[in-house]
Structure formats: C-alpha cells, structure tokens
C-alpha cells in the first residue's frame, strides 16, 4: 500500500490546523422550547408530543421564559454582550423529522454575542477560544432506520425540545484544545445546570468546521463541516481524519476538490464521508418569526439572573490554586465536577490543611462515589467529619492507614459516629507511649541480629523491614514517628 504524503511527519509538519467548533447544548428545561410538551428523556416513542408540536393548522407557539434565562446564564459565564431585543427567525430546509419543516431559531440577533471560553493547554498555560455567538433554537426529531427495513420510523419526542448552540471562532489549532474546549463547555453547562452534558444520550453535540493551511499564512481556506460527533474522542479523531485528508489532496495537487460541503464521520473506520454541499445562509430563506413577538431584556431581568449565577469552574480553580495553594492537577481534578468541588469547598471551612483535604476528597470520597455509583447528595459523611478524621490523624491518635482503611468505611455505615468515638470502640488509637514502644522495638531488634548487622554497615533502608514488624507487634497501633526515632537510636546505639 503506497503512502500517504499525510503519513510523512515533515510534510505534516507544514501545515496548521484551523478548527471552529459549533456545540449544541440540549437545556434542562421541563417543556419544550414553544410548547408545554415534556422535554423527559427516554419515554416512548410520540409521547412527548400535542398538536404544536405535529404542527397542527392554527397551532402558535409560546416562548419558555426558562430557556432564554438558560442562554443568558451561558451567555454570562462566557463573558457574552447579552442581546437585550431579541428576534426570533425561521430557517427553512428539509426536515423530515421537524413537522413543520422549519425551525424556530434566531438569525440577526443571537441572544449572546462574542465572549469567550478560557482552556488549559497541555504544557500548563491558558489560551483563549472566542465565541462568536450563542443563540437559542429547538431541535428536529429522530429518523431510525432498522436494518433490513427500506421505511424509517419517526420519534417526535425530541422535535421542539430548546437548544442553545454555542458557536466558537475558529482559534482551535490542534486536537488537545478541541478536547479541552468540549470539557469547558461541559463544564460550564453543568455547573449553571443548564445542560447535564450527556454526549451519549444527545444533550450535548458538537459539528467542526475544519480547513489547514500552511504555517505562517493567515488567510482562512475552505472549510468543511462534520456533523454529529456524539462523543469527545470522536471529534479529535474526525479531525485528525479530515485535517490528513485535506492535506493529501493539497499535496496530490487536487486542492479543488475541498469543497465547502458538509461530512459525516463513522466512528467505526474513523472515516469522514461527504453528505451534501454547504448551503448558504440564502439557501435557508430566513425571516422574522410572524408567530413570536419580539422578546425585551431589560436591566431587572438581567441582574435577577446574574443573582442567581453559581461559582464558576475558572472561579474555583483559581481560588483552589491562588489561596488554598494546590497544584494545578489537584485543582483539576477538583473542579472536573461541580459537585465535587463545592464538597472540597465546604470541607475547607473547617481546616486549613487544604492539601490533606484535597487528597482525602480526590482519593477515598471520589473512590466511593465511584464505587458505589452515588451522586455526592448520597454520600453518607459530612465535610466536617472528614476534617475531624484529618485531626485525629494530624494529632497522632491514629495512623492514616488505620484512618482510611478502617475509620473510614466504618464511617460510611455509621456517619452519626464521630471518628474518635470509632477508634476507641475499636482499639485503634496509636500506641505513643515511649516505655512500651522502646519494650518492643529492642524485642525486634534482638529477633534480627543478622539485619542489626546489615544495618550498621550501611544498608539504612532495612528500617523498614523493622518497622514493619513493629506495626506488626502493635496490630498498627505504633505511633510511626515515635517508633521510626526510637528505633534509629536504637540502631545507631
């Protein structure tokens, strides 16, 4: 099989990559976007539907109030000018799974305009992906096609159900950003519970408008569109595939044949495939809305609204690193989930020992929400109980082995208890009292007098050895830094 020029890192190495993605955000609303019909993911096939939605003659819509505060929302905490007169539009094109076969959106006045989303480059450093608009829509139905079958079945249930699509500017340059700017918006989406950013079940969808050009130009070439990508990882590998196909054809000398069209990509072979050509706008024939009367947001709405804004992830993250003092993969991890993050917050209103507080939240409580498939609201112990086992830790009372392997689960069945009161019920607290650890310790080194001799000619590390079998002797109750001293003076004796 001869090469591909792509397959040559020299000649890929010319070339720039040149990506805008355009995000379709599935909001948490209870009815649909212009009707009362529920929005509930996972009922039965046309259940979800009326007359409005199938479009019936002499049907009208009604604007959910809940869907442009949701925009705003998105709108805010991407640093957006808010659009204060708002036009609806119809854009027309052939929906087969949109019964009135145009769709409610906006055109010339996108509630949100510019703004931008701030992502974490690979090496540690920040870059800055501008948007450049966010506007409200609903979405289409859903065609399935069975295999074997020539009709395709329709499921209107999503037909009307309100979007937001988040259009950024074409400022992504690799594969990495375009990763890291999906985990931004869902993010963001998540922590405004706007979205619950379920890439699988649809809530959230991404197209990529991709073209290359050689480093050092600035102009922008013909683009293409893949559409649908319904999973991160599918994204970036859509456009590692377009972005080598491109360059082929450039190099084979057939740069005319990237036409501004739009693709599909199979996930199975990791293959983009053409669709159709690219509309144009007037190819989508838009005008104002006739049944929608324009939507006003004036000062009071929009300060109720910024009111109602939670902490953002960008908000903690610095607060996580520039206060608390954490490293920047701790903070990450941190601010990965909303949730988690305000439990880490809370749990630092009661210490000061931020990083022991980070590792107990990233370690044993994100290991049991894991493990037992809980939302945080299930977990069982409360910050402040894990402050009170970080104490009795910090004080000597107990070792962290005995803390995190013993307390803890206790706790997860008994979080009336405290972690004091666990570890006198059982006989956990450390040993620290000097006569009877130097008791034990010489009964260890007088077992050894081979490792005594190994160490004392230099092999330091044996003390290990020793210490286990202190730990061993006192069921781990030794207290490690009493024991580890009294042991080094013992052997250096």
Known sequence: ?????????????????????????????????????????????NTNISVITLAHPGTLPKVNKKVIEYAIKMGLACGSEI????????????????????????????????????????????????????????????????????????????????LIEIVSQPDIRNID??????????????????CDGNMEEG????????????????????????????????????????????IDLIETGKQQEIIQETRTFDATVGKTYSMRTKESLNDYRYFPEPDLTPVVIDE??????????????????????????????????LTASKEIALYFQELCKHTQNYKAAANWVTGEVKATLNKMTWHINQFPIKPATIVALM????????????????????????PEKTPLQIAEENNWLQESD?????????????????????????????????????????KGKADPKISNQLLTQKLEA
Not at 21 to 29: C, K, P, S
Not at 95 to 111: A, R, V
Not at 306 to 316: D, I, V
Request: with cysteine; net charge neutral.
């Open 1 to 45: 099989m001869s090469k591909l020029p792509s397959d040559n890192p020299e000649i890929l190495n010319k070339y720039e990559i040149v990506v805008g993605l355009e995000v379709h955000a599935q909001l948490l609303t209870q009815s649909k976007a212009y009707s009362s019909d529920s929005t509930e993911y996972g009922n039965l096939p």
């Open 83 to 162: 659009t204060r007169h708002n036009i609806y539009a119809r854009k027309n094109y052939f929906y087969p799974d949109l019964p009135k076969g145009y769709q409610i959106t906006q055109d010339k006045t996108p509630i949100c305009v510019g703004g931008e989303v701030i992502i974490r480059q690979k090496e540690g450093g920040e870059k800055k992906i501008a948007i450049t608009r966010i506007h409200m829509e609903e979405d289409a139905g859903k065609s399935m096609h069975l295999a074997g079958e020539t009709d395709s079945l329709i499921d209107f249930n999503r037909a009307g159900v309100p």
């Open 177 to 194: 950003e375009a990763y890291n700017y999906l985990t931004e918006i869902r993010k963001l989406v998540r922590y405004l519970d706007i």
């Open 203 to 246: 809530s959230l969808r991404c197209d990529a408008n991709i073209s290359v050009r050689l480093k050092g130009e600035t102009k922008l070439n013909t683009r293409v569109e893949v559409k649908n990508m319904n999973s991160f990882r599918n994204v970036q590998r859509a456009i590692e595939y377009e972005v080598k196909r491109q």
């Open 300 to 333: 009071e709405w929009l300060q109720k609204v910024k009111s109602s804004m939670p902490a953002l992830p960008r908000e903690l993250f610095l607060l996580f690193t520039e206060k608390y003092g954490l490293s920047a993969y701790d903070a990450e991890v």
């Open 391 to 414: 104490q009795i830790v910090e004080s000597g009372k107990v070792s962290h082995s005995i803390a995190s392997q013993s307390i803890f689960p206790l706790l997860l069945e008994q």
């Open 434 to 474: 000097s006569n009877l650890l130097e008791q034990i310790i010489e009964e260890v080194i007088k077992a050894y007098p081979e490792k005594v001799a190994e160490y004392k000619a230099g092999k330091k590390g044996i003390i290990g050895m020793f210490m286990g079998e202190v730990m061993k002797k006192t």
